[in-house]
């Protein structure tokens, strides 16, 4: 889900100066700028910044209205694909240096810059300098394109036949007995992921320089995949979202069992050489679709899904969106291309829809799907559907005051008190014991809940990291090989705008 959004993270997390949780753990120890075993240097995800202003700086934008033709139905993707290459056997050699190796130079090392992000009419993000070697006060004033979408009949594709249509009964699902409280020790940051100075060395490999994100599954026996947001490439540059290689999700795939080393990815899904493809289509006009942002995946079989999010564009809040509809996406070639299933849509309707940010786990004979609303400040709602009918909306049931029901979905009951943003919901079959962890934005931390049946009863939220700690976090997605003891997920930093993987130790 992205996090992605058009400001700084400085989300509602940082408004809150103290935890309202009564549970408080060790707290992540921040370190230095990780540094690869090639020397080069990354981004330290604790950096506070220089918050130092320009002096008398004024910038107006006006609205500027423009209309934006746009096609109907949706064109087809581009499916084109590029089988990697094998990766040098020396880890520090450029498999491209001819493509990834030109300028623009690679941004500094160390922490990310301090200078604020606009967005820009194409709905990503521009950073500006900070320099000021002159007393002179700063002022502009100029027109903030307003995109107005206009439908206009475009060449499509005829949709296939729907599912046929279910009646699931009521079941009863009363909250089961509240499991034990999560105690977490120690959190500890193990490598930086993506970007210059990674482990993975992504902006060499794949030309992924700045992302967020890291959702990851189980995508077959031995392998995991692990989804990214918004990603740009080399003309990336810190803080936050931005650049003219624009793509709204990107895929790799990694065999690493030791993560106590950090993850490495083996591959990544390409459209040309050493270049990370757009495997979800977004139209990227703002208040059309802004851009497609995964928020969870599973496998049943060697069916891969993916749950997503149109976003129809970013609020003038920072940390908020407003999204079109969550979908699932469906892929049977091992995630080399997917298909967004034009009938699994769940509308947002008044923008109070509660599965648009979604993230959805098979457990026995079910798929469940915890939701919240568009933007960071929604309540934990759950449904779920037979594991042979994930894409017939109608087969679904949602959890509403202590039943199963298939008419549920416009008020499902909450299943957690206060909200939660960006969900991640982790099984452990060998345990029967379910996880979640979520950025708490008023906590101004990123929790671990557990219990064991999805709709609860779920214990109190326990910090695991906090933006005290480090100040734009975000995310926190839960690695599907994480074990009783050690806890595993992925933490997005937005200066930086790169993602880092986290070690939790569990008592």
Aim: net charge negative; glycine share 10%; charged share 15%.
């Amino acid at each position: 889900m992205f996090r992605r959004i058009g400001s700084p993270l400085c989300v509602l997390a940082l408004a809150a100066s103290g935890s309202l949780l009564t549970v408080v753990p060790a707290a992540a120890a921040p370190s230095a700028a990780p540094t690869n075993a090639c020397g080069e240097v990354g981004f330290d995800p604790s950096a506070k910044g220089d918050q130092s202003a320009p002096p008398g700086g004024l910038d107006i934008k006006f609205p500027w209205p423009e209309i934006v033709p746009v096609p109907v139905p949706d064109p087809p993707q581009d499916r084109t694909r590029v089988p990697q290459a094998p990766l040098p056997a020396d880890p520090c050699a450029d498999p491209c240096p001819d493509i990834t190796d030109t300028t623009p130079d690679q941004p500094e090392s160390g922490s990310a810059g301090s200078s604020g992000s606009s967005s820009n009419e194409s709905g990503s993000s521009s950073s500006g300098s900070g320099a000021w070697g002159s007393s002179v006060p700063r002022f502009s004033i100029g027109p903030d394109p307003e995109p107005i979408p206009i439908p206009i009949p475009g060449p499509g594709q005829p949709l296939p036949p729907a599912p046929a249509p279910q009646s699931p009964p009521i079941d009863p699902g009363p909250a089961a007995a509240p499991a034990p409280a999560p105690k977490v020790s120690d959190v500890s940051l193990v490598a930086q992921l993506t970007g210059h100075g990674s482990i993975n060395r992504t902006d060499k490999r794949w030309q992924v320089n700045g992302t967020d994100l890291g959702i990851t599954w189980e995508s077959k026996p031995g392998e995991v995949s692990i989804v990214f947001g918004d990603t740009f490439g080399k003309d990336w540059a810190p803080p936050g979202a931005n650049g003219q290689d624009w793509r709204s999700n990107v895929l790799g795939h990694s065999t690493d069992r030791n993560l106590a080393d950090g993850m490495t990815i083996d591959s990544m899904v390409q459209d040309s050489r050493c270049h990370a493809v757009e495997v979800l289509g977004s139209r990227k006009i703002k208040n059309w679709e802004t851009t497609t942002i995964p928020t969870s995946g599973f496998a049943i079989g060697d069916r891969q899904y993916m749950s997503y999010m149109s976003v129809r564009r970013w609020s003038m809040i920072p940390g908020m969106w407003y999204t079109n509809r969550g979908g699932i996406a469906y892929s049977d070639d091992q995630g080399q291309t997917w298909t967004k299933d034009p009938y699994a849509l769940w509308q947002n309707i008044f923008g109070l829809n509660h599965f648009q940010v979604a993230s959805m786990v098979p457990a026995g004979d079910h798929v469940y799907m915890f939701g919240t609303p568009n933007g960071r400040l929604g309540t934990v709602a759950v449904a779920r559907v037979a594991k042979d009918q994930v894409l017939n909306k109608t087969a679904y049931q949602y959890w509403k005051d202590g039943n199963w029901t298939p008419v549920g979905e416009s008020d499902p009951t909450p299943i957690l008190s206060g909200t939660a943003a960006e969900l991640s919901v982790h099984y452990d079959e060998s345990r029967k014991l379910w996880q979640m962890s979520y950025l708490d934005t008023v906590a101004g931390a990123i929790v671990l809940r557990q219990a064991t049946s999805p709709q609860g009863a779920w214990t109190a939220g326990v910090p695991m990291v906090r933006s005290s700690d480090y100040p734009k976090m975000y995310g926190g997605f839960i690695h599907p090989w994480s074990t009783e003891h050690d806890l595993y997920f992925t933490m997005s930093e937005w200066d930086s705008y790169n993602v880092y993987l986290m070690h939790a130790k569990l008592d």
